[in-house]
């Protein structure tokens, strides 16, 4: 039997193992760069930007109409006259907020309720997870259009409605990592001193999910970012004269034959914040790997 002291001055022994190679690749990986400066300098221009603009994203100016590119509007102007530009940086505010706010809520509920059901298991994890089959079955977007419905249109609560829906992915990958995580012998160890269930789960299964975790985290995202412009494109999201990426993009692509100035900016904005994001994601997944 591994002593309580023993097994917890090797699980941080361990921990920081880890973190030094984690931190050892993420400095040496080109992919790590290239997406972390590529995301932070696209989060500073859409916070930051709008201060050193003049104009007002909800400001129209009916006579310009859809106006191509000039130099008082570097990006031309949508159909009621305002100024693209500061409508796709703060349209980047809120799809971030959405995008991150969303998958901390579908972190929350999918880490704990994967993490319950694969240390539990026998009926209690067969009974959890055919609930979530049965969420499953039903399609996404209109799971997420329903309780937009319900819980009404404020940022706050389409960060919830997203969150609710995105979970279920989650939740499986959590629980069978769980499930392989619970049967090694530390684990067991730690079982065998009575060590309390709730500290089991955190000192020694939560910290071995974060690898996946994070990845999830980064590829969730931008589908949240997109799930977000289907719901806004129906008039259940954002509201004008706000708008989000998504709402922007999908408003281009209606009038790209006419006006393509319109698509071009949000798209650019969009495309790369995934980019990053993917090189941020698959830096992490490679530095967390136990086999690297």
């Known amino acids: 039997m591994i002593s309580t002291k023993k097994e917890k001055e090797s699980l941080s022994r361990n921990t920081q193992i880890n973190r030094l190679g984690l931190w050892h690749h993420l400095t040496q990986s080109n992919h790590a760069r290239i997406g972390f400066i590529l995301f932070s300098a696209i989060t500073l221009i859409c916070f930051l930007g709008p201060f050193f603009l003049d104009q007002s994203f909800d400001s129209t100016e009916l006579e310009l109409g859809a106006s191509p590119p000039s130099l008082e509007h570097f990006f031309g102007t949508d159909t009621l006259g305002r100024d693209l530009l500061i409508r796709t940086l703060i349209g980047g505010q809120i799809s971030l907020l959405v995008g991150f706010s969303a998958t901390a809520v579908a972190l929350l509920i999918g880490v704990t309720y994967g993490m319950i059901a694969g240390y539990i298991g026998k009926k209690t994890d067969i009974i959890m997870m055919r609930f979530v089959d049965t969420l499953y079955a039903l399609p996404f977007t209109i799971m997420v259009i329903l309780l937009t419905v319900?819980?009404?249109?404020?940022?706050?609560?389409?960060?919830?409605?997203?969150?609710?829906?995105?979970?279920?992915?989650?939740?499986?990958?959590?629980?069978?990592?769980?499930?392989?995580?619970?049967?090694?012998?530390?684990?067991?160890?730690?079982?065998?001193?009575?060590?309390?269930?709730?500290?089991?789960?955190?000192?020694?299964?939560?910290?071995?999910?974060?690898?996946?975790?994070?990845?999830?985290?980064?590829?969730?995202?931008?589908?949240?970012?997109?799930?977000?412009?289907?719901?806004?494109?129906?008039?259940?999201?954002?509201?004008?004269?706000?708008?989000?990426?998504?709402?922007?993009?999908?408003?281009?692509?209606?009038?790209?034959?006419?006006?393509?100035?319109?698509?071009?900016?949000?798209?650019?904005?969009?495309?790369?914040?995934?980019?990053?994001?993917?090189?941020?994601?698959?830096?992490?997944?490679?530095?967390?790997?136990?086999?690297?």
């Open 150 to 292: 319900l819980l009404g249109r404020s940022l706050i609560l389409i960060f919830l409605a997203i969150g609710a829906v995105e979970w279920l992915t989650l939740a499986r990958i959590v629980r069978g990592e769980t499930i392989s995580i619970k049967t090694q012998p530390y684990v067991e160890a730690a079982q065998l001193n009575g060590l309390a269930h709730h500290k089991i789960l955190y000192k020694h299964i939560l910290r071995n999910l974060i690898s996946p975790v994070i990845v999830f985290a980064t590829l969730t995202i931008p589908s949240v970012i997109l799930l977000e412009s289907v719901i806004s494109f129906l008039g259940l999201g954002v509201q004008a004269p706000l708008a989000s990426w998504g709402s922007l993009i999908n408003e281009g692509a209606q009038k790209f034959d006419i006006y393509p100035w319109l698509l071009i900016l949000p798209s650019i904005f969009f495309s790369l914040t995934i980019l990053s994001l993917n090189f941020i994601g698959d830096a992490f997944r490679d530095g967390l790997d136990a086999k690297n």
